[in-house]
T-cell receptor, first 115, second 113 residues
Protein backbone atom coordinates (compact mmCIF):
# COMPACT_ATOMS: atom_id res chain seq x y z
CA UNK A 1 0.00 0.00 0.00
CA UNK A 2 1.33 3.47 -0.88
CA UNK A 3 2.71 5.42 2.06
CA UNK A 4 3.56 8.96 3.03
CA UNK A 5 7.26 9.06 3.83
CA UNK A 6 8.97 11.64 6.01
CA UNK A 7 12.63 12.39 6.50
CA UNK A 8 14.51 12.65 8.72
CA UNK A 9 12.90 10.64 11.48
CA UNK A 10 14.67 12.77 14.08
CA UNK A 11 16.14 16.24 13.64
CA UNK A 12 18.16 18.03 16.32
CA UNK A 13 18.74 21.73 15.73
CA UNK A 14 20.13 24.67 17.69
CA UNK A 15 17.66 27.39 18.61
CA UNK A 16 17.60 30.13 16.00
CA UNK A 17 18.63 27.85 13.17
CA UNK A 18 16.52 27.09 10.14
CA UNK A 19 15.18 23.59 9.67
CA UNK A 20 13.48 21.91 6.72
CA UNK A 21 11.34 18.84 7.18
CA UNK A 22 10.76 16.65 4.16
CA UNK A 23 7.73 14.68 3.05
CA UNK A 24 6.90 12.60 0.02
CA UNK A 25 3.10 12.33 -0.20
CA UNK A 26 1.31 9.47 -1.91
CA UNK A 27 1.85 9.93 -5.63
CA UNK A 28 -1.72 10.45 -6.87
CA UNK A 29 -2.73 12.67 -3.94
CA UNK A 30 -3.37 16.34 -4.54
CA UNK A 31 -3.93 17.73 -1.04
CA UNK A 32 -1.13 17.99 1.48
CA UNK A 33 -1.03 18.84 5.16
CA UNK A 34 1.28 19.40 8.07
CA UNK A 35 0.32 18.70 11.66
CA UNK A 36 2.24 19.08 14.91
CA UNK A 37 2.12 17.11 18.14
CA UNK A 38 3.92 18.54 21.12
CA UNK A 39 4.93 15.81 23.56
CA UNK A 40 1.95 14.72 25.62
CA UNK A 41 -0.49 16.93 23.75
CA UNK A 42 -2.93 16.42 20.94
CA UNK A 43 -2.27 16.56 17.23
CA UNK A 44 -2.75 20.11 15.90
CA UNK A 45 -3.33 21.27 12.36
CA UNK A 46 -0.73 23.60 10.87
CA UNK A 47 -1.40 24.05 7.18
CA UNK A 48 -3.03 22.58 4.09
CA UNK A 49 -1.72 22.95 0.56
CA UNK A 50 -3.30 22.43 -2.83
CA UNK A 51 -2.43 23.47 -6.35
CA UNK A 52 0.86 24.99 -5.24
CA UNK A 53 -0.60 27.31 -2.68
CA UNK A 54 -1.69 27.32 0.92
CA UNK A 55 -5.41 26.72 1.18
CA UNK A 56 -5.73 26.97 4.92
CA UNK A 57 -3.51 27.59 7.93
CA UNK A 58 -3.90 27.69 11.67
CA UNK A 59 -2.80 30.42 14.05
CA UNK A 60 0.23 28.30 14.90
CA UNK A 61 1.49 28.70 11.33
CA UNK A 62 3.02 32.14 11.68
CA UNK A 63 5.62 33.95 9.58
CA UNK A 64 8.35 31.61 10.81
CA UNK A 65 6.76 28.76 8.92
CA UNK A 66 6.58 28.13 5.20
CA UNK A 67 5.71 25.22 2.96
CA UNK A 68 6.83 24.39 -0.51
CA UNK A 69 6.40 21.77 -3.17
CA UNK A 70 9.75 22.16 -4.93
CA UNK A 71 9.14 19.38 -7.41
CA UNK A 72 6.49 16.86 -8.33
CA UNK A 73 7.04 14.62 -5.35
CA UNK A 74 8.33 16.50 -2.31
CA UNK A 75 6.44 18.67 0.16
CA UNK A 76 8.54 20.55 2.69
CA UNK A 77 7.94 22.46 5.90
CA UNK A 78 10.51 25.13 6.75
CA UNK A 79 10.90 26.80 10.11
CA UNK A 80 13.06 29.90 9.62
CA UNK A 81 14.34 30.61 13.11
CA UNK A 82 13.53 27.79 15.46
CA UNK A 83 12.41 28.32 19.03
CA UNK A 84 12.48 25.91 21.95
CA UNK A 85 8.69 25.60 21.76
CA UNK A 86 8.95 24.30 18.19
CA UNK A 87 10.14 20.99 19.63
CA UNK A 88 7.46 18.51 18.62
CA UNK A 89 6.58 15.65 16.34
CA UNK A 90 5.67 16.94 12.89
CA UNK A 91 3.38 14.86 10.73
CA UNK A 92 2.85 15.19 7.02
CA UNK A 93 -0.40 13.92 5.52
CA UNK A 94 -1.95 13.72 2.11
CA UNK A 95 -5.32 12.96 0.58
CA UNK A 96 -6.58 12.35 -2.91
CA UNK A 97 -9.46 14.80 -2.63
CA UNK A 98 -10.76 17.32 -0.13
CA UNK A 99 -14.11 15.60 0.22
CA UNK A 100 -15.17 15.43 3.85
CA UNK A 101 -15.41 11.67 3.70
CA UNK A 102 -11.83 11.32 2.54
CA UNK A 103 -9.34 10.24 5.20
CA UNK A 104 -5.89 11.73 5.33
CA UNK A 105 -2.91 9.42 5.15
CA UNK A 106 -0.15 10.23 7.61
CA UNK A 107 3.57 9.67 7.59
CA UNK A 108 5.49 8.36 10.58
CA UNK A 109 6.53 11.88 11.54
CA UNK A 110 9.74 13.78 12.17
CA UNK A 111 10.71 14.36 15.76
CA UNK A 112 12.17 17.87 15.96
CA UNK A 113 14.28 18.66 19.01
CA UNK A 114 15.41 22.26 19.51
CA UNK A 115 18.37 22.77 21.83
CA UNK B 1 -15.72 25.06 14.86
CA UNK B 2 -15.90 21.35 15.39
CA UNK B 3 -14.41 19.72 18.44
CA UNK B 4 -14.10 16.23 19.85
CA UNK B 5 -13.63 15.07 23.39
CA UNK B 6 -12.26 11.76 24.53
CA UNK B 7 -13.14 10.76 28.05
CA UNK B 8 -10.23 9.03 29.72
CA UNK B 9 -6.67 9.91 28.77
CA UNK B 10 -5.57 6.43 29.78
CA UNK B 11 -7.49 3.16 29.67
CA UNK B 12 -6.14 -0.16 30.91
CA UNK B 13 -7.74 -3.48 30.09
CA UNK B 14 -6.71 -7.08 30.52
CA UNK B 15 -5.85 -9.14 27.49
CA UNK B 16 -9.08 -10.67 26.17
CA UNK B 17 -11.30 -8.05 27.78
CA UNK B 18 -13.61 -5.62 26.03
CA UNK B 19 -12.08 -2.37 24.83
CA UNK B 20 -14.22 0.76 24.98
CA UNK B 21 -12.72 4.12 24.04
CA UNK B 22 -15.04 7.08 24.19
CA UNK B 23 -15.44 9.94 21.72
CA UNK B 24 -18.01 12.70 21.70
CA UNK B 25 -18.32 15.40 19.10
CA UNK B 26 -19.81 18.86 19.18
CA UNK B 27 -21.88 19.63 16.15
CA UNK B 28 -25.50 20.25 15.36
CA UNK B 29 -24.95 18.58 12.01
CA UNK B 30 -23.58 15.01 12.08
CA UNK B 31 -20.00 15.32 10.95
CA UNK B 32 -17.66 12.89 9.30
CA UNK B 33 -15.80 11.11 12.10
CA UNK B 34 -12.61 9.11 12.10
CA UNK B 35 -10.58 7.01 14.48
CA UNK B 36 -6.82 6.91 14.11
CA UNK B 37 -4.30 4.78 16.00
CA UNK B 38 -0.73 5.74 16.77
CA UNK B 39 1.66 2.96 17.72
CA UNK B 40 4.85 3.96 19.55
CA UNK B 41 7.22 5.94 17.34
CA UNK B 42 4.90 5.70 14.37
CA UNK B 43 2.49 7.97 12.54
CA UNK B 44 -1.26 7.97 12.57
CA UNK B 45 -3.00 5.03 10.93
CA UNK B 46 -6.66 5.14 9.96
CA UNK B 47 -8.74 2.59 11.87
CA UNK B 48 -12.18 3.45 10.55
CA UNK B 49 -14.43 6.28 9.46
CA UNK B 50 -18.08 7.23 9.70
CA UNK B 51 -19.57 8.57 6.51
CA UNK B 52 -23.32 8.30 7.25
CA UNK B 53 -23.74 5.14 5.18
CA UNK B 54 -24.13 3.00 8.31
CA UNK B 55 -24.13 3.80 12.01
CA UNK B 56 -22.01 0.76 12.91
CA UNK B 57 -18.67 0.95 11.22
CA UNK B 58 -16.15 -1.86 11.11
CA UNK B 59 -12.48 -1.08 10.86
CA UNK B 60 -9.16 -2.83 10.81
CA UNK B 61 -7.76 -5.08 13.55
CA UNK B 62 -11.22 -6.06 14.80
CA UNK B 63 -12.23 -2.57 15.90
CA UNK B 64 -15.64 -1.07 15.29
CA UNK B 65 -17.42 2.12 16.24
CA UNK B 66 -21.05 3.06 16.52
CA UNK B 67 -22.35 6.49 15.64
CA UNK B 68 -25.11 7.63 17.98
CA UNK B 69 -26.61 10.95 17.00
CA UNK B 70 -28.73 11.21 20.15
CA UNK B 71 -25.60 10.97 22.27
CA UNK B 72 -23.28 12.80 19.83
CA UNK B 73 -20.93 9.90 20.31
CA UNK B 74 -18.70 7.68 18.20
CA UNK B 75 -17.19 5.24 20.70
CA UNK B 76 -14.60 2.72 19.59
CA UNK B 77 -14.88 -0.89 20.72
CA UNK B 78 -13.17 -4.21 20.32
CA UNK B 79 -14.61 -7.39 21.87
CA UNK B 80 -11.29 -8.87 22.94
CA UNK B 81 -8.13 -6.88 23.54
CA UNK B 82 -4.79 -8.11 22.31
CA UNK B 83 -1.38 -7.05 23.55
CA UNK B 84 -0.66 -5.54 20.14
CA UNK B 85 -3.57 -3.11 20.59
CA UNK B 86 -1.56 -1.06 23.07
CA UNK B 87 -1.29 2.36 21.45
CA UNK B 88 -2.68 5.89 21.45
CA UNK B 89 -6.09 6.27 19.87
CA UNK B 90 -7.35 9.54 18.44
CA UNK B 91 -10.87 10.46 17.46
CA UNK B 92 -11.00 13.11 14.73
CA UNK B 93 -13.60 15.16 12.90
CA UNK B 94 -13.34 16.95 9.62
CA UNK B 95 -13.65 20.68 10.23
CA UNK B 96 -16.86 22.08 8.78
CA UNK B 97 -15.21 25.04 7.18
CA UNK B 98 -11.95 23.62 6.01
CA UNK B 99 -9.97 20.68 4.95
CA UNK B 100 -8.14 19.99 8.16
CA UNK B 101 -8.86 17.42 10.80
CA UNK B 102 -9.59 18.35 14.38
CA UNK B 103 -8.22 15.71 16.71
CA UNK B 104 -9.30 14.77 20.18
CA UNK B 105 -6.69 14.68 22.94
CA UNK B 106 -6.19 10.96 22.53
CA UNK B 107 -6.60 7.93 24.78
CA UNK B 108 -3.66 5.73 25.61
CA UNK B 109 -4.70 2.08 25.74
CA UNK B 110 -2.67 -0.30 27.86
CA UNK B 111 -3.29 -4.04 27.64
CA UNK B 112 -2.28 -6.05 30.68
CA UNK B 113 -1.32 -9.72 30.45
Amino acid sequence: EPEVTQTPSHQVTQMGQEVILHCVPISNHLYFYWYRQILGQKVEFLVSFYNNEISEKSEIFDDQFSVERPDGSNFTLKIRSTKLEDSAMYFCASSETDREVEPQHFGDGTRLSIL
Amino acid sequence: AQSVTQLGSHVSVSEGALVLLRCNYSSSVPPYLFWYVQYPNQGLQLLLKYTSAATLVKGINGFEAEFKKSETSFHLTKPSAHMSDAAEYFCAVRDNYGQNFVFGPGTRLSVLP
